[in-house]
């Protein structure tokens, strides 16, 4: 019996470890979106090959890298050009894409104060779907959030639906007039808010514990302002 339970007790310690483990190197986030904390980074595995004010980048010396601008890779012969995030270009020496970790330091300049609106207050108008006639594929999605309100900019109700992976879509409903703008998409979700005109996008690409962005073709963080018929990138 004694024996018995000896194993009963190991194994439950076990068990324990391996939630303790696996709780701190994950975490999802309110969007369900799969998120690395710090200790799951490779910091302690690997060296660190640059830390800028807007950069991370882990691999293994005695590779080198570099952050330039696209106009600068000539300067640069020796070094292959890793990937590119906006209008940086990730170059390495000695190292190929898969052996780096590459990191964007999430540092917005732009908050959804900065761009905060008055709220509508008047009767919403239904979507006219004679403005946007493609949308009429999404006719039911786009009419049920419409009934839930006002949720973007003032007077707008901003509805987005899956397109794939790592793929949304969506339109803009104006709920003064009904009219509907097919101005919206974006890879890794978005963040918005009922009484401002700013919208970032990919919002699911940023780690919620370090503010990292771990870089790659679809994860681009931008925030947009709405002009009232387009998006237009502040940052």
């Not at 980048?57 to 570099?66: M, Q």
């Not at 898969?98 to 239904?126: I, Q, R, W």
């Not at 899956?162 to 509907?180: E, N």
């Amino acid at each position: 019996m004694n024996q018995i339970l000896t194993l009963l007790f190991c194994f439950f310690m076990l068990s324990c470890q391996f939630k303790r483990e696996k709780e701190q190197n994950e975490k999802i986030n309110e969007n369900g979106t799969l998120t690395k904390t710090e200790d799951s980074h490779t910091v302690g595995s690997a060296d660190t090959l640059l830390n800028s004010n807007e950069y991370l980048l882990l691999g293994k010396r005695p590779a080198k890298v570099k952050v330039v601008k696209d106009n600068e890779t000539d300067h640069f012969p020796t070094y292959n050009i890793l990937i590119t995030y906006k209008d940086g270009v990730i170059m390495g020496e000695n190292i190929a894409l898969e052996e780096v970790e590459v990191y964007k330091k999430y540092s917005p300049k732009t908050t959804f104060e900065d761009y905060k609106v008055d709220m509508y207050e008047g009767a919403l108008a239904d979507p006219d779907f004679s403005t946007a006639p493609a949308a009429k594929a999404f006719i039911s999605r786009i009419t049920n959030e419409c009934k839930k309100g006002i949720n973007f900019a003032g007077h707008y109700t901003l509805i987005i639906w899956g397109c794939g992976t790592a793929c949304q879509s969506g339109v803009i409903v104006d709920r003064k007039t009904g009219r509907i703008f097919e101005e919206y998409g974006s890879s890794l979700g978005s963040e918005f808010r009922k009484d401002s005109k700013m919208l970032i996008k990919n919002i699911g690409a940023i780690d919620t514990t370090t503010n990292l962005i771990e870089v790659c073709a679809h994860c681009e963080v931008s925030h947009h302002v709405w002009t009232g018929t387009e998006f237009k990138e502040i940052e």
